[in-house]
């Protein structure tokens, strides 16, 4: 079934010609570059990596040796959310209007160094989450050749594993705005708590973390698991914590869920 799901990827590939990949470092965006290149060749793919505040520098430098490892030609691209109209209010189509200004940049691009497609690392799991960024997508023409060819985050992880890709178990990442409850207005203060945050917990051995903001209150989210971690640490986790800026500091009992923020708009 795999082998099936992967053809027909590489058939929508090849019938692409030269693609533009969408590239963060995360599985799915990583996946899609190496697909490509196996399928096109490196000379018809460019890795193209957005800079912004709200992509931590850690996944920037991890981007860049990604793409080394694969042998594909990268561009950084320097961009500011904070800077789109209508970002930073935080409402719930805060992800519309980033991946709106990413294909802003992106498709100029394509079309003057002569690619023929954008593609991103959107895939079939999303089709029944809330992601605003598709419609961004839809409307310039921007194609997810994953989602295509039916493709679920843990096959994708099964595939990645099979070309020795070291993102195929990699925690699944989104952007730090992500972290700050809807209606929030988005400040660079607080995506560099949520950025510090998170290192931190990383830095005792916990691989999926988010650190939920709701105001002045840490909500973290780490997977079943690694909750004994957060307790037996909570005193020097509340102290570093509270001294980039949280008042509060609480543990999400429910455990990591991606697109948790998402439950208030139901």
């Known amino acids: 079934m795999l082998n099936v799901k992967y053809e027909k990827l590489s058939s929508i590939l090849q019938d692409m010609n030269k693609v533009v990949v969408a590239f963060s470092g995360g599985v799915d965006s990583t996946f899609l570059l190496k697909?490509?290149?196996?399928?096109?060749?490196?000379?018809?793919?460019?890795?193209?990596?957005?800079?912004?505040?709200?992509?931590?520098s850690?996944?920037?430098?991890e981007a860049k040796k990604l793409a080394k490892l694969i042998g594909v030609e990268h561009q950084i691209v320097e961009t500011s959310e904070l800077a789109i109209p209508g970002y930073t209010e935080n409402d719930k189509n805060r992800c519309y209007f980033c991946k709106n200004s990413l294909f802003d940049h992106l498709i100029p691009i394509m079309k003057g160094k002569g690619y023929e497609n954008v593609v991103y690392g959107v895939i079939a799991d999303d089709l029944?989450?809330?992601?605003?960024?598709?419609q961004a997508a839809k409307e310039q023409g921007v194609r997810g050749p994953l989602q295509e060819a039916d493709l679920f985050k843990e096959e994708?992880?099964?595939?990645?594993?099979?070309?020795?890709?070291?993102?195929?178990?990699k925690p699944s990442f989104a952007c730090l705005s992500s972290?700050?409850?809807?209606?929030?207005?988005?400040?660079?203060?607080?995506?560099?708590?949520?950025?510090?945050?998170?290192?931190?917990?990383?830095?005792?051995?916990?691989?999926?973390?988010?650190?939920?903001t709701h105001d002045e209150i840490a909500r973290i989210e780490v997977e079943p698991k690694d909750m004994k971690v957060v307790l037996e640490k909570h005193g020097v986790i509340s102290e570093k914590l509270q001294g980039f800026g949280y008042k509060y500091i609480t543990l999400d009992l429910i455990g990591y869920k991606s697109g948790s923020m998402n439950k208030v708009l139901s």
């Open 128 to 134: 029944s989450e809330y992601r605003p960024g598709m």
């Open 156 to 169: 994708i992880r099964e595939l990645s594993r099979e070309r020795n890709l070291p993102t195929w178990d």
């Open 35 to 56: 697909a490509a290149v196996d399928t096109l060749g490196k000379e018809r793919v460019l890795a193209v990596t957005a800079d912004s505040e709200t992509y931590p």
């Open 179 to 212: 972290r700050i409850a809807y209606g929030e207005t988005i400040t660079q203060a607080k995506l560099t708590k949520v950025d510090k945050s998170e290192a931190y917990l990383k830095s005792l051995g916990i691989r999926q973390v988010r650190v939920r």
């Open 58 to 61: 850690s996944e920037l430098l």
